[in-house]
Every structure is written in structure tokens, then in C-alpha cells.
């Protein structure tokens, strides 16, 4: 099982960081159609490719290996798939792979001196410096809240309606007022869209919504921005897309958003006051209630 997950992940490293290298080798001057603007460099965009699909590859197996799942690098320490991760980690491969074929394309098509003298625009630095923000700022967020007590009846419901509708290997327990599921077998894609409280874990939150949605439109479009600068652009590349300053004040705001639903509290409760063991608590929540007593007569 090693030997294969050591050649897998050699596989990988080599259409990350090999594959390009020689794709853009075997076409090392420029063709007579491609002298022509706007035709296709199809040489420098299969190089992008293999780079994008070599980095996705390292990721999922870093998953498997580690969390032993496909998407285990999107899990945090509380089993559920983070938002805040799933930010980092497509933006990474994004840009990784961007500035990693534009810098091979230069070197192997131009002068080596020059090549990394590529204009990085300066709302996609602050795009990233969001990101790293809201990754930082999440746990912080979370570790506060985790000091707080929670509502045991809030916990015992979520728990086990989540045990119901996810189909979960257990039901899921409470650090403080943050919900924490037993294993990384239990993470759901829907972690993304529901909330961390006890109070919202079964249901959508909004902001964590709006980010999700905001943080896909803006990685899709500055995708196929990048695609059709390497497809289409001339044969040195010396600029990279520029990111509009109108996709970076949405993606701001879904960022102020993610970070001011994390510090909203809790409704704590009555329950918080006197807090009982969550055993106990969805023991008390799965028990039926008894049937109604009836009335003996006398003779």
C-alpha cells in the first residue's frame, strides 16, 4: 500500500512540476501561426493543464493519506468540511499553477534573467490577503466560542437531526458552543453552507452561503480569464489577468460577512447556567415520551 502511495504521489509531482517543463521544451520557439494574434498556444495552456491536475492530485492524495478521504484536506480539527480552507486551497492551485507555467514558458521561450518579471496584479495579492485572513481569524473566532457553554437542549437537537439526515457514524458532540462531529468519515459537503453553533448547525447560514457562492463565481472567472491570457496572449508573457476592483469588493464583503457571523453569539439559554453531560442530554432527547395515564373508575 505505500509502494503505491509513493508511486501515485511521484505520479503526481511529475505532471505538477515535469509535464510542463516538457511541453513547453518540445515547442521551444515560436511556430509561423503563432506569430499571429490571438491564435491558440496550445502548447503553454496543456502545460497549465497538466500543472493544475498534478496540484489537485498532491491534494487528494495528501486527503487520503492523512484524513482518508478524497476532499480530507478541506477538514478541519472538528471533522467538517471548512470554508475557509476550501478558499485557501483553490486559490493556491489557481495561482500556483499560473505563475508556474508563465514562469517556465519565459524561461524556456526567452531570456532566464527576465522571466520571473511577470506583473502580479495587486487586487489578486489582496484577494489571497483575504483569504489568509479569514483562515487565521476562523479558529480564533472558534476557540472563543469554545470557552462559552452552550445550550444542552439546542445540542441534543442538532445532534440528532444531523444523526438523521447525514447519516453520521455518531452523533455529533459540543466543544463549548461549537458543534464537533466524531470522525472525518462524518463530514458533509453541506458543512459548507450550515452553521458551527450548536444553535445553526442544521441550518443554512447565510453568510457562510453568500461566501461560498461569492468565492466560486470569483475563482471560476479569473480561471477562464487566465486560460484564454495563456491561450491567447503572446508568446512572453509579462502580465497576468487583472483582477476588477468590483470582484474584489465582493469578495470583501463576503469576507467581512464569514468573520462578523463567526463573532455573532449564541443564544446561550437557560440550560448553560446548569450544564448537564451531552450523553445525558441526547439520551433525555431520543427518550419517547410516556403515554398519557388514564383514569381508573371505581365500582
Request: hydrophobic residues 50%.
Amino acid at each position: 500500500m505505500n509502494t503505491h502511495g509513493y508511486l501515485l504521489r511521484t505520479l503526481a509531482v511529475l505532471l505538477a512540476a515535469g509535464a510542463p517543463g516538457a511541453i513547453l521544451l518540445s515547442h521551444p520557439s515560436p511556430a509561423p501561426d503563432l506569430t499571429i494574434a490571438h491564435h491558440l498556444d496550445w502548447p503553454r495552456l496543456a502545460a497549465w493543464a497538466c500543472c493544475l491536475l498534478g496540484l489537485l492530485a498532491l491534494f487528494i492524495l495528501a486527503g487520503l493519506r492523512i484524513r482518508g478521504r478524497v476532499l480530507g484536506v478541506l477538514i478541519d480539527e472538528r471533522n467538517r468540511y471548512s470554508l475557509s480552507r476550501l478558499q485557501m486551497s483553490l486559490w493556491t492551485l489557481l495561482v500556483l499553477a499560473t505563475l508556474y507555467t508563465v514562469y517556465i514558458a519565459n524561461i524556456v521561450r526567452g531570456d532566464a534573467t527576465t522571466a520571473l518579471m511577470v506583473d502580479l496584479d495587486y487586487n489578486l495579492i489582496a484577494l489571497m490577503g483575504f483569504n489568509l485572513a479569514s483562515f487565521v481569524s476562523a479558529p480564533m473566532v472558534l476557540n472563543r466560542k469554545a470557552e462559552q457553554p452552550a445550550n444542552l437542549g439546542a445540542l441534543a437537537a442538532a445532534s440528532q437531526q444531523l444523526l438523521d439526515s447525514q447519516n453520521l457514524a455518531a452523533a455529533p458532540t459540543a466543544k463549548g458552543q461549537v458543534l464537533v462531529k466524531s470522525t472525518p468519515q462524518d463530514a458533509r459537503l453541506a458543512d459548507l453552507i450550515r452553521g458551527e453553533d450548536v444553535t445553526n448547525a442544521a441550518i443554512v447560514d447565510l453568510p457562510r452561503l453568500q461566501m461560498l457562492l461569492i468565492t466560486l463565481l470569483v475563482v471560476l472567472v479569473y480561471g477562464a480569464a487566465v486560460g484564454h491570457s495563456l491561450g491567447a496572449a503572446d508568446w512572453l508573457l509579462e502580465t497576468l489577468p487583472k483582477l476588477h476592483n468590483t470582484l474584489l469588493l465582493l469578495a470583501l464583503i463576503s469576507h467581512s460577512g464569514y468573520v462578523v457571523g463567526k463573532l455573532i453569539p449564541s443564544n446561550i439559554g437557560p440550560l448553560a447556567a446548569n450544564p448537564a453531560p451531552v450523553a445525558q442530554a441526547l439520551a433525555d432527547a431520543q427518550q419517547p415520551e410516556p403515554p398519557a395515564t388514564q383514569g381508573i373508575t371505581q365500582p
